[in-house]
């Protein structure tokens, strides 16, 4: 499970500091970094997850993943299409991770520290999709606030990993 999380981690606040220090805050950045962390972190999870026979219960949130990243891959290669699908993909990615680790959480709430965690990054999800959903954001603060996420969201899920966890 740590192996997990801490590839969520390094996807995470890697592609969060990849934001932050690309001077270009522009759709097609903010389409890259979410293609290639829907995609990295979908297939490589469930490769692992297949490889070692546990944690079936993640696969339908790594399939979100690997949607979302494939939808962002083909907003990327289609700049006429960023501007248009850019915002509704990234509310769209924050709600369902929100509702999936939401469940997640109740699923996990007798594990107390496992429960936490996902109900802690659900938090941090719906915030993400309630900001893209509700709020009039222009390019650069949108993509900003990508980053930001995924920066918050790799240092959660970093210390998480690094965390002990129950048997």
Excluded: C
């Excluded at 606030?145 to 210390?159: D, K, N």
């Amino acid at each position: 499970m740590q192996i997990l999380f801490g590839l969520r981690a390094a996807l995470s606040f890697g592609l969060g500091v990849l934001i932050t220090f690309t001077q270009a805050h522009t759709y097609g950045v903010g389409s890259a970094v979410l293609a290639g962390f829907g995609l990295l972190l979908g297939l490589s999870s469930l490769g692992y997850i297949f490889r070692v026979k546990k944690y079936q219960w993640l696969i339908p949130l790594l399939i979100i993943a690997t949607l979302v990243g494939v939808l962002a891959l083909v907003t990327f290669i289609n700049q006429t299409l960023q501007e248009v699908l850019f915002l509704p993909l990234v509310a769209l990615f924050g709600l369902s991770f929100a509702a999936f680790e939401s469940y997640l959480a109740r699923r996990h709430r007798g594990s107390s520290a496992l429960g936490r965690d996902f109900a802690i990054s659900a938090v941090l999800s719906l915030g993400l999709g309630l900001v893209f959903l509700l709020a009039p954001l222009d390019e650069v603060s949108a993509v900003g606030f990508l980053g930001a996420y995924l920066a918050i969201s790799g240092v959660f899920w970093g210390i998480t990993a690094a965390s002990p966890q129950p048997k």
